[in-house]
């Protein structure tokens, strides 16, 4: 479960990364969690949930099938360059000192190619639906006690999130040095500065956005999804000054973020807490959270009106920020098409979708899309700086160097494995909601509060891949609907 708490790292600092897992501090607790569950089952001959081990297989299966097919269709091989991969530039080191001549540089580089793809394969699945199992096989007597050890440490996620914001409270809202002081510090032993394209992820976002110490400010969105369903279920337990004034906290934090994911899960947020206004049971817990998010939005404009000079002097100092001015720039902004990154992301997504619909039953297979994507562009979607930058990138380090990224992950889905593999995906996610519906289970407050938070990461996935809890959360609803059918009450 600490791998809840490291949720945030997605790119920590290449000289702390081993077993080319990657840069996400959760993969590791999470990858140990599975390791020690493996060594049980077999030890002690432990038996699975075969519904989801069924669901697992065929999961990864297609995305074997799939990458199979495009290792054989791509026609891309001569681009790749391994002077852009420090493990196939250190094996084909290898074989030019050791003089082995029968095998090309050219082959070398397929199967590499191939290897790569399987590794993410495998990766992804573990740490997707393998988190999923790992869940279910933890909790599968007891529901209640699942609930409540996840609820908890999305808790100590919230408050380890709050803590580490207060450095940039100080520096964007007092111009107080000393939280530059501190971020300078801390945030370099989290991911290394300034090495994607010269500039991400920078030491201090631009336009004084909050993140706390996620990689950037949108992930605060991404774990918000889980976070403020479950301080919801606190506050329907017991409203006192505590509780409440750690959630506008929190939702402070949120909208100090400036990140359109934030903005949008907020906004996702407060409409399902009108929705809940249909029960009588939760309308003083629906007039407490309105209260509450009135009160972090105030909040949030309030503080960039207090004076420079009140504490001395001013460092990063900006004209006061207002209502109109975080409207236009944050809420407007979401359904613009060319309003900050969202140029880049709609020309990408175009790409993509295009790509789907040359290869819509099988994909292109992991890791092989962007050499796809890049025919797919326009010299009008080239004026874009992101999108120009990238396709400049991948003609001089060829696809296992650069990448168009994953800006909406169902498209991202089908991209790789086809409209197939993206139904396989979905799958999962909508046979738990279909059958939480159709028994009713929502009337189980425990199981309403994380459908929202699954709910919220779901939607999330529209602006990229998701985190961990999303898949933690699928497993605990399973968990739910199994001990309800199995008459155990949740207990």
Not at 134 to 163: N, P, T
Not at 206 to 221: A, K, M, V, W
Not at 276 to 302: D, P, S, W, Y
């Amino acid at each position: 479960m600490l791998s809840i708490v490291a949720i945030p790292v997605f790119n920590m600092p290449k000289r702390f990364q081993i077993l080319g897992i990657g840069g996400r501090l959760s993969f590791y607790f999470i990858l140990l969690g599975l390791i020690v569950w493996g060594m049980e089952c077999i030890l002690f001959k432990k038996t699975l949930d075969k519904k989801s081990i069924i669901s697992f297989i065929i999961f990864i299966g297609w995305l074997a099938i799939s990458e199979v097919i495009g290792l054989i269709t791509y026609p891309y091989y001569d681009e790749v360059n391994f002077a852009y991969s420090h493990g196939l530039s250190k094996l084909i080191s290898i074989i030019q000192n050791y003089h082995i001549s029968f095998i090309s540089i050219p082959f070398l580089e397929s199967i590499w190619l191939g290897i790569h793809g399987f590794k993410s394969i495998f990766f992804d699945a573990i740490f997707t639906f393998g988190v999923s199992i790992w869940v279910i096989h933890l909790f599968r007597d007891s529901f209640s006690r699942g609930f409540e050890l996840i609820r908890k440490f999305i808790l100590l996620l919230a408050v380890a999130l709050g803590i580490y914001a207060i450095p940039e409270i100080l520096l964007f809202k007092f111009h107080l040095a000393i939280g530059y002081d501190i971020l300078s510090i801390t945030n370099p032993l989290l991911y290394d500065v300034k090495t994607y394209m010269g500039w991400y992820p920078p030491l201090i976002w631009d336009n004084q956005q909050l993140r706390s110490y996620c990689t950037e400010p949108s992930i605060f969105g991404f774990v918000a999804a889980s976070i403020i369903p479950m301080l919801w279920s606190y506050l329907y337990q017991n409203i006192s000054l505590l509780t409440c004034s750690f959630y506008s906290y929190f939702m402070m934090l949120l909208f100090m973020t400036k990140a359109r994911t934030a903005t949008a899960i907020g906004i996702f947020d407060l409409c399902a807490a009108v929705a809940l206004l249909c029960q009588a049971k939760f309308r003083k817990l629906v007039f407490i959270i309105i209260l509450l998010l009135c009160t972090a939005f105030l909040l949030n404009i309030g503080l960039n009106y207090i004076p420079d000079t009140f504490f001395g002097s001013a460092f990063m100092s900006d004209s006061p920020e207002s209502f109109e001015d975080y409207f236009d720039k944050n809420i407007k902004t979401i359904t613009q098409k060319n309003a900050r990154s969202n140029g880049s992301r709609f020309i990408n997504m175009k790409a993509q979708t295009a790509v789907i619909f040359n290869r819509p039953i099988f994909g292109t297979g992991t890791g092989l899309k962007d050499c796809y994507i890049r025919d797919q562009l326009s010299e009008d979607d080239l004026q874009n700086i992101e999108i120009h930058e990238i396709t400049q990138d991948l003609a001089k380090k060829g696809p296992l160097g650069a990448s168009y990224g994953n800006v909406n992950h169902y498209i991202y889905m089908a991209t790789n494995s086809g409209l197939v593999g993206l139904v396989i995906y979905l799958f999962p996610f909508i046979y738990v909601l279909y059958k939480i519906v159709k028994l009713k289970e929502w009337r189980d407050i425990r199981i309403l509060f994380a459908v929202i938070a699954l709910s919220g990461n779901l939607i999330s996935q529209l602006a990229g891949e998701g985190v961990s809890l999303e898949y933690i959360l699928l497993g605990l609803l399973y968990v739910g609907l199994s001990c309800k059918n199995e008459g155990k009450n949740g207990e």
